[in-house]
């Protein structure tokens, strides 16, 4: 998730070709679990809410993830302990707002609405000037995604989520990245993910129980392998192959996926206004990401 990290800098040409083609790959595979992931959400959402569909699904991740790893908590450092837990919050957070934003607007309209506030800082701290036409047209892009062509389509309280959502994104970016340096291996996700379904648990504890049948957990399990376990490993991988405006620039296809994913599974078709939204939405996420590729 999210192409903010282009203030940090970096080009394509940071790494070696092969880790480089194995980022890619890494980073496709990751969009895609996110998004397809998201859209089978849909029924859990629908059954149980989006704050006990991500509270079960951090608990089961951070479950299957812990008995791999087996982290050695007591030999980490206050430092390793407080990048864990800033990591761990910052993902409960962005994925109780993304859930419950989803669960109010389409998948499309919500993952550019993610874009908009990670894009605006990554051009804020690339001096702003002409780079300010990255946010206005990623701007642009979402209007023309809430209008379905005979009106609104942007729930206000779903799309005020959506914005939470993205100022997660933007930070999970930055601390996964610290995260990946800290820790061996996925020592650091493991850690994070426990926080994580800790954070999540005030919200999510209250419908839990509805989901405990055999069709509810199975269905929440299969659900934490696509979101978050498989994904966030993968992007924790890719981070450590590649220079974050690399990674960036692919991240920017995630509106696009988003709304592949919530045609095929959903049936949220989309109107040529609306994808001429998407593609405004992706071109300005790359074009920042690019914009910050040459920056020291």
């Given amino acids: 998730m999210a192409d903010q990290q282009v203030a940090a800098g970096g080009g394509l040409s940071g790494s070696g070709n092969a880790g480089l083609i194995t980022g890619i790959l890494l980073c496709f595979a990751s969009m895609s679990c996110i998004q397809f992931g998201a859209a089978f959400s849909a029924t859990a959402i629908a059954d149980f809410g989006p704050f006990a569909t991500t509270f079960l699904r951090l608990v089961m991740a951070a479950a299957i ?50 874009f908009l506030g990670p894009l605006a800082v990554a051009t804020w701290g690339l001096g702003g000037g002409w780079r300010l036409i990255w946010p206005l047209a990623a701007f642009i892009g979402v209007v023309l995604l809430s209008h379905d062509g005979s009106g609104w389509v942007g729930d206000p309280v779903g799309m005020l989520f959506a914005c939470g959502a993205g100022v997660g994104w933007g930070t999970y970016i930055i601390l996964m990245k610290k995260s990946g340096k800290l820790f061996k291996g996925l020592e650091g996700l493991s850690m994070s993910l426990i926080v994580a379904a800790m954070v999540a648990a005030p919200f999510g504890l209250p419908r839990a129980h509805e989901a405990m049948s055999p069709e509810g957990l199975g269905m929440m399990l299969g659900l934490a392998l696509l979101v978050p376990l498989i994904p966030y490993a993968l992007e924790m991988t890719a981070l450590r192959r590649m220079p974050m405006a690399a990674f960036g620039i692919l991240m920017s296809l995630e509106p696009a996926l988003g709304a592949l994913a919530g045609f095929l599974v959903l049936s949220q078709p989309m109107t040529p206004f609306q994808m001429l939204g998407t593609a405004l939405v992706v071109a300005a996420s790359a074009g920042v990401t690019s914009s910050g590729g040459g920056e020291a």
Wanted: hydrophobic residues 60%; charged residues 10%; glycine residues 6%.
């Fill in 65 to 114: 993830l812990a008995a791999i790893v087996r982290p050695p908590m007591r030999s980490y450092s206050r430092q390793q302990w407080k990048s864990a837990l800033a990591l761990g919050a910052t993902m409960a957070a962005m994925t109780l707002c993304f859930f419950a934003a989803i669960g109010r607007i389409p998948l499309g309209l919500a993952v550019a609405i993610e």
